[in-house]
T-cell receptor
Framework: AQSVTQPDIHITVSEGASLELRCNYSYGATPYLFWYVQSPGQGLQLLLKYFSGDTLVQGIKGFEAEFKRSQSSFNLRKPSVHWSDAAEYFCAVGPRNTGKLIFGQGTTLQVKP | NAGVTQTPKFRILKIGQSMTLQCAQDMNHNYMYWYRQDPGMGLKLIYYSVGAGITDKGEVPNGYNVSRSTTEDFPLRLELAAPSQTSVYFC????????????????FGEGSRLTVL
């Protein structure tokens, strides 16, 4: 079955600390992977995506993610978190040619001053 | 540039009522989607469309209907509202398939929060 699992429902970090959000997927074909961010009351915005090539991808707002095929993972990282990063983060997997994405449950990030 | 526009943003329905959630995009994308978001469940695909006149079911289509008469518009119809349809609904669009321009991503509207009482 195709699925995406985000093991951490809620994470709290201090401002300036590093961040890693976990994502594991199960997908039968070549996975195309995405991270989206949702601020309160807003739609989803793409942070970054992985299609092929270099397994470390850079995104907007200083985020990066690493694709590890052997672990079926696509974890999101940021070296230093800012208060404005508080939001809900979604990992998603799907085919490149249709956009029919399968989303994880989401991880809510809280940032302490 | 408006992107993906959804109306209404909020709506309260009584059980058994019907309504239509509107979605319009101005980016000339061929694909459009409706997702619903429930707490702790992520987003689930309800219906999608690959172009005007062509729609298909997603993961959770029961209780909903869609149509796509133009490239720009993709309304979602709830015929007999039920409490289980209380959710936040997101419309999205993207350019995929054989077209030379492939966005490789979805662009989302700001969502429509629906409560069925």
């Amino acid at each position: 079955a195709q699925s995406v699992t985000q093991p951490d429902i809620h994470i709290t970090v201090s401002e300036g600390a590093s961040l890693e959000l976990r994502c594991n997927y199960s997908y039968g074909a070549t996975p195309y992977l995405f991270w989206y961010v949702q601020s309160p009351g807003q739609g989803l915005q793409l942070l970054l995506k992985y299609f092929s090539g270099d397994t470390l991808v850079q995104g907007i707002k200083g985020f990066e993610a690493e694709f590890k095929r052997s672990q079926s993972s696509f974890n999101l990282r940021k070296p230093s978190v800012h208060w404005s990063d508080a939001a809900e983060y979604f990992c998603a997997v799907g085919p490149r040619n249709t956009g029919k994405l399968i989303f994880g449950q989401g991880t809510t990030l809280q940032v302490k001053p | 540039n408006a992107g993906v526009t959804q109306t209404p943003k909020f709506r309260i329905l009584k059980i058994g009522q019907s309504m239509t959630l509107q979605c319009a995009q101005d980016m000339n994308h061929n694909y459009m989607y409706w997702y619903r978001q429930d707490p702790g469940m992520g987003l689930k695909l309800i219906y999608y469309s690959v172009g005007a006149g062509i729609t298909d079911k997603g993961e959770v289509p029961n209780g909903y209907n869609v149509s796509r008469s133009t490239t720009e518009d993709f309304p979602l119809r709830l015929e007999l509202a039920a409490p289980s349809q209380t959710s936040v609904y997101f419309c999205a669009s993207g350019s995929f398939g054989s077209r030379s321009f492939n966005t490789g991503e979805l662009f989302f509207g700001e969502g429509s929060r629906l409560t069925v009482l």
